[in-house]
Each structure stands twice: as C-alpha cells, then as structure tokens.
C-alpha cells in the first residue's frame, strides 16, 4: 500500500471518530421544551399585582381592627401605660410600611412590568407585520 493510500485511510478513519463523537443538544424525541420554563405575560403580572392589592387591603383591616381594640386601653397610674402608647405608635408606622411596600413596591412594581410586556409585545407584533408588509413587495 502507498503512502497516499495509508494517509487517506488515517485520515477518513480520524473523520469518521470526529464526527461520530460530536453531539448536539437537541429536544427529547416526543417533543417539548427538554426544560420547563416559566410562561409569564402581562396577565400573569397584573393577576399578581391584584393578589398584592387584597393582601393590602386585608393587611389595612387588620391594622385598622388592632387600633380599635388598643384605642380604649386605659392604664393610668400604671407604669405601663407609656407603654401602650409607643406600641401604638410603632404599630401605626410598621403598618405604614408595609403597605407601601406593598402599594409601590410589589403591586407597582408588577403594574410597571406588565405594561412593560404589554408595550414590547405591541412592538413586536407591529415589527412582525411591517417585516410582512416589505416582504410583500419584492
């Protein structure tokens, strides 16, 4: 055998391992994402956004029922009435906090986002009918 005949036989024989050991990631056989993903739109952002509204307003009923209970203790001559007082005050500004976190923070944040998808999705559909439209001309 010649030496063009031997270097051609390496040479496919190196070819073929090469291509025999490449892989590619691909989905499985029966269809399908091979990962589950999280499908999220602006439905979903604003049903979130509801959901932090009730929890919001259930949060100001608690509130409003815990300053009804503690604004008829009366512990004067007692130590412990400045007590009272400040827990109010605490509770009055804790409960102020939450619900902003709540009514900026959770609610806003997933309002801004679902226009956000809402805006980007109009873009796109627009963007995918003016493609269709320039492809209608030539």
């Known amino acids: 055998m010649s030496f063009d005949e031997m270097w051609g036989q390496a ?7 090469q291509q025999s050991s490449t892989q590619l990631n691909q989905l499985p056989a029966a269809g399908g994402s091979a990962q589950p993903h999280l499908d999220v739109d602006a439905s979903v ?8 509204e009730t929890v919001r307003k259930n949060l100001m009923d ?4 815990a300053m009804s209970a503690t604004s008829g203790i009366s512990l004067e001559g007692f130590k412990s ?3 009272v007082a400040v827990f109010q ?4 500004s804790q409960m102020q906090h939450l619900e902003n976190l709540l009514e900026r923070g959770v609610k806003g944040n997933l309002r801004a986002s679902a226009a956000e998808f809402k805006a980007e999705e109009t873009k796109r559909v627009s963007d995918v009918k003016w493609a269709g ?5 030539n």
Not at 89 to 92: M, T
């Open 11 to 17: 040479r496919s024989s190196a070819l073929t391992r």
């Open 89 to 92: 005050k605490r509770w009055r």
């Open 81 to 83: 009435n400045s007590g």
């Open 133 to 137: 439209k320039d492809r209608g001309r």
């Open 45 to 52: 952002l604003e049903g979130r956004a509801k959901n932090a």
């Open 62 to 65: 608690a509130d409003d029922k």
